[in-house]
T-cell receptor, first 113, second 113 residues
Framework: DADVTQTPRNRITKTGKRIMLECSQTKGHDRMYWYRQDPGLGLRLIYYSFDVKDINKGEISDGYSVSRQAQAKFSLSLESAIPNQTALYFC????????????FGPGTRLTVL | AQKVTQAQTEISVVEKEDVTLDCVYETRDTTYYLFWYKQPPSGELVFLIRRNSFDEQNEISGRYSWNFQKSTSSFNFTITASQVVDSAVYFCALSSNDYKLSFGAGTTVTVRA
């Protein structure tokens, strides 16, 4: 079984809809991250969490919110989806003192029509 | 602030040719980590290598080699005797004291048979 899982893997939705992307990990890591990938821009950090009580905005947090329900779960929400949020979304985890290595989930491809 | 620049957007080669991917980074921190990731057409991110700022020793691993030069803030990656399966997007990334990964825009490598 994969260490970092994301659900759904693909989602098509309409403008204005609320969407939640979920991430679960079995690695026992405290730190979790959400990134989005757009063509030609690489991955950009949306939100990150260093433990259950810690939530921090990343580079592009506008239009997104997150919830860290447990050490193993970190959800990303789009309260009212818009077309320019169409992207590939990645969840990642890392542990403290890990030389900053992050382990990525398989990605969620989101299309907002 | 930290920044990663991958000036090459696309590289196309014929099988068995060598491919060198350029990566230039900016950071004010003295301790940092550099990474290369591969993203094949299937979309997942595959970790290739990590180097810390105190380890300038270059390395060869199979058909992959890395050239880390602090003097020029570069961390280049070479695929020797390329194969069709090497076709992918390659990302260079940097992480320092804030534990966040900053990615370059990626270089798309196409290896033709």
């Amino acid at each position: 079984d994969a260490d970092v899982t994301q659900t759904p893997r693909n989602r098509i939705t309409k403008t204005g809809k609320r969407i939640m992307l979920e991430c679960s990990q079995t690695k026992g890591h405290d730190r979790m991250y959400w990134y989005r990938q757009d063509p030609g821009l690489g991955l950009r950090l949306i939100y990150y969490s260093f433990d259950v009580k810690d939530i921090n905005k990343g580079e592009i947090s506008d239009g997104y919110s997150v919830s860290r329900q447990a050490q193993a779960k970190f959800s990303l929400s789009l309260e009212s989806a818009i077309p320019n949020q169409t992207a590939l979304y990645f969840c990642a985890t890392s542990e403290e003192d890990s030389n900053n290595e992050q382990f990525f989930g398989p990605g969620t491809r989101l299309t907002v029509l | 602030a930290q920044k990663v620049t991958q000036a090459q957007t696309e590289i196309s080669v014929v099988e068995k040719e060598d491919v060198t991917l350029d990566c230039v980074y900016e950071t004010r921190d003295t301790t940092y980590y550099l990474f290369w990731y591969k993203q094949p057409p299937s979309g997942e991110l595959v970790f290739l290598i990590r180097r810390n700022s105190f380890d300038e020793q270059n390395e060869i691993s199979g058909r992959y080699s890395w050239n880390f030069q602090k003097s020029t803030s570069s961390f280049n990656f070479t695929i020797t005797a390329s194969q069709v399966v090497d076709s992918a997007v390659y990302f260079c990334a940097l992480s320092s004291n804030d534990y966040k990964l900053s990615f370059g825009a990626g270089t798309t490598v196409t290896v033709r048979a």
